[in-house]
């Protein structure tokens, strides 16, 4: 229990903080890609009896890079779309040629947090504070991409280099929240909190800030729901953070009629 | 390539039942999905199209706990799913991604919880895999003319507003001068897209149905510039991908010694994929030889959407 509250805390600062940009950038459907990605390589590591945790980062990467390449030429939202589903379909086959199928499915997609190990702790750290320091990294060029394009052009951002530094990152942060809260999940921790944070603040720090705590309450109290009711965790994270996101949408029509959920100021 | 596979076809490929089931909800899904995902692809909306395919998964999962068919679910919570998206505003071009985005998580929440309680509460195992990646080969042969029937529902929805939806898709603010309803053209266009993801849903797997909407059109959108070509372009791929999956799949059992066939899904994905990615530099050849037909695509630069780079290659 220790062990999913400690991941579940990591898991969810990294989704605030990256999924800030998410939601900054309208990344929302390669933030949901990556992770599907992710689950073939679980998948192909299960298979082969390697790490599934190095499983997970290879395939996120090479998700990334393949929608990043894809994109380049043609549509973006298409190769997205496509990439995805390959990537899913094909770690439907290497679940199929594994033993356990059903269990690994369901817990690869919707996440398997009350059965962390300790042992799984620290490669999950590594990576966490290996993304943070991306996103601190690229943080100027990434907010100066995201919200004026061409002012970012100017100032020397390669657009195209950045997009694939931006997916890699959430590539990373994919491989590290997969096991927690699933494939399919950590897209939404990734989208309600931040969006309900931007919807309260437009100054980006504090925004980050504010998401990474509604995440950090999405994560906690979906633990906590979980463990009280045996339901899964992920159901209660989907519902949290689809909440989270109709309070900040309220928020705004409340406090400032006639502006829109997505204003940033 | 047909007399070509003629002895690539295991014996009794013809004979068996689920087969010829496969082949029609098979077919007649690709086509439907084919024909709506041309207008998904122009207007940019393959994140919206994604989105319906987990509404319609938790459909599914639903629809299982409750003792009805999946496709029950599929259709009918991807119905709902489509007005929820309209009504929390899919439409407006800013906002969309996100929008979209949170109907795609809550719903994926609801199908952690259906699945959840599925393999729970019944003894019977298999609910995940058969919502998720589709088992084409159990449908039962009733459910064949539901398929049909929702599937010829489908066209004829896309026939009716055939015209307003080209128009709005085209030129936006050409329909909004000609006073075509574009929030009720949105909406209908929305509902037609739920019906060919729950059909495909039956048919792939409802987490891969994407694949059938998206993949096909994208393709066909690229190797030509006209509608009525790419429509029948689309349906063509998507057919062959469907047909020669199902067959591939059911080649399979013999391909290893445990006779464990591999799943229809993956192969119908994997075929989609590979004309998709062919797309590409077919496109490129055929502007390098039809160079004297200067035409104007009109159909693919004006597409509007999220999507940030949209000139397809080509």
């Known amino acids: ?265 | 390539m047909g007399f070509g596979l003629r002895w690539l076809i295991e014996p009794g490929f013809w004979s068996s039942s689920p087969v010829r089931v496969a082949l029609v909800i098979g077919g007649c899904s690709a086509v439907v999905s084919a024909v709506v995902g041309v207008f998904t692809v122009l207007r940019g909306q393959s994140f919206a199209g994604h989105a319906l395919t987990d509404v319609s998964t938790a459909g599914g999962s639903g629809a299982l706990l409750l003792g009805a068919g999946p496709i029950v679910g599929f259709v009918g919570l991807g119905i709902v799913g489509a007005g929820v998206m309209d009504a929390i505003g899919v439409r407006r071009l800013r906002g969309r991604d996100l929008a979209t985005g949170v109907v795609l998580g809550a719903s994926i929440g609801l199908a952690a919880l259906f699945l959840y309680l599925d393999s729970t509460s019944r003894a019977t195992t298999g609910a995940t895999q058969q919502i998720l990646f589709g088992s084409i080969f159990s449908i039962q042969s009733s459910t064949a003319p539901v398929v049909v029937g929702l599937g010829l529902a489908a066209l004829v929805l896309v026939g009716v507003l055939y015209r307003p939806l080209l128009l709005s898709t085209v030129g936006p603010e050409m329909a909004v001068a000609r006073g075509v309803p574009e929030r009720l053209v949105g909406v209908f266009f929305t509902v037609a897209m739920a019906l060919a993801v729950g059909l495909s849903s039956l048919t792939i797997g409802a987490i891969l149905s994407t694949a059938l909407l998206i993949g096909p059109a994208a393709a066909a959108v690229r190797l030509t510039s006209r509608i009525g070509w790419s429509l029948l372009l689309a349906s063509g791929l998507g057919l062959a991908a469907c047909w020669i999956g199902v067959l591939l799949a059911y080649d399979s059992y013999d391909w290893n010694a445990s006779h464990r066939s591999l799943p229809v899904s993956f192969f119908i994905v994997a075929l989609i994929f590979s004309f998709y990615l062919a797309s590409g530099p077919a496109a490129r050849l055929r502007a390098r030889s039809d160079g004297r037909r200067a035409q104007p695509p009109p159909t693919q630069v004006s597409a509007p959407g999220p999507a940030l780079n949209p000139s397809p290659g080509g």
């Open chain 1, 1 to 265: 229990m220790a062990n999913a509250w400690t991941v579940a805390t990591m898991v969810a600062v990294i989704a605030g903080v990256v999924g800030f940009f998410v939601v900054l950038r309208a990344a929302a459907f390669p933030a949901h890609a990556i992770p599907n990605g992710a689950f073939a390589g679980a998948a192909a590591a299960n298979v082969l009896g390697l790490n599934p945790l190095a499983g997970l980062t290879a395939c996120a990467l090479l998700a990334a890079v393949g929608i990043g390449t894809l994109g380049r030429r043609g549509r973006h939202d298409v190769a997205t779309a496509l990439a995805l589903v390959m990537m899913l379909a094909a770690g439907a086959v290497f679940l199929g040629l594994s033993q356990e199928y059903e269990p690994a499915i369901y817990s690869l997609l919707f996440g398997e947090v009350l059965g962390v190990s300790s042992n799984e702790l620290l490669p999950v750290a590594g990576l966490a504070l290996l993304c943070l320091g991306a996103v601190a990294a690229l943080y100027r060029p990434l907010l100066l991409s995201s919200v004026a394009d061409q002012l970012g052009e100017a100032r020397g951002v390669q657009p195209y280099q950045l997009d694939v530094a931006f997916l890699v990152i959430l590539a990373l942060a994919t491989a590290m929240t997969v096991p927690v809260v699933g494939a399919l999940l950590i897209f939404s921790l990734m989208i309600g909190p931040p969006a309900a944070a931007r919807a309260f603040t437009g100054r980006p720090p504090v925004a980050i800030l504010l998401s990474v705590a509604i995440a950090l309450v999405t994560v906690w109290s979906a633990i906590a729901l979980s463990y009280l009711s045996n339901w899964p965790t992920g159901f209660f994270v989907g519902v949290t953070s689809a909440v989270s996101y109709a309070t900040g949408r309220a928020w705004t029509r409340w406090s400032r009629p006639g502006a829109r959920c997505s204003s940033m100021g």
